[in-house]
């Protein structure tokens, strides 16, 4: 089949495919790092209760960067598979950080009513 009969579908395809598997290297990269974050968060005290979500990041990551790869190589059935991995990883990253901003908010509210309430009792002396 020539290029002119080439359906735009099939090259549209075979181009998701290809930036699929160009950012396959840096997904690996950034899944093996999380990993070992995790690893090394099991040496904290908040850290033995938290070190799974860093690993388990970290495995969707490094298995859509495995995705992305045989995409790449002309699996375009993997494609679909890669695309519900980096879905779950943003939706995971996406909670997280809600739940980071909302407890920063907490410990600031907490931190200013403290100042406050001390700052309050040092000037009634």
Same mark, same amino acid.
């Given at each position: 089949?020539?290029? +002119?009969? /080439?359906?735009? !579908?099939?090259?549209? =395809?075979?181009?998701?495919? #290809? /930036?699929? $598997? ?9 899944? @093996?790092? !999380?990993?070992?974050?995790? +690893? *090394?968060?099991? *040496?904290? =005290? ?8 860093? %690993?388990?990041?970290? =495995?969707?990551? #490094? /298995? ?7 995409? !790449?190589? $002309?699996?375009?059935? !993997?494609?679909?598979? *890669?695309?519900? /991995?980096?879905?779950?990883? *943003? ?7 809600? %739940? $980071? ?6 410990? +600031?509210?907490?931190? $200013?009513?403290? @100042?406050f309430m001390h700052l309050g009792s040092y000037l009634q002396r």
């Amino acid at each position: 089949m020539n290029d +002119v009969e /080439r359906n735009p !579908s099939e090259e549209l =395809l075979k181009q998701l495919c #290809y /930036r699929a $598997g160009a950012s396959a290297g840096w997904m690996k990269f950034l899944g @093996v790092l !999380s990993i070992v974050q995790g +690893v *090394f968060l099991v *040496f904290t =005290l908040w850290g033995i209760l938290l070190c799974w979500l860093p %690993i388990w990041v970290g =495995l969707i990551l #490094y /298995r859509a960067a495995g995705d992305a790869d045989m995409a !790449s190589k $002309g699996g375009p059935q !993997s494609l679909d598979s *890669f695309l519900q /991995r980096i879905n779950r990883y *943003f939706l995971i990253q996406g909670v997280l950080t809600l %739940i $980071g901003i909302i407890v920063a908010i907490i410990v +600031v509210m907490v931190v $200013g009513m403290a @100042v406050f309430m001390h700052l309050g009792s040092y000037l009634q002396r």
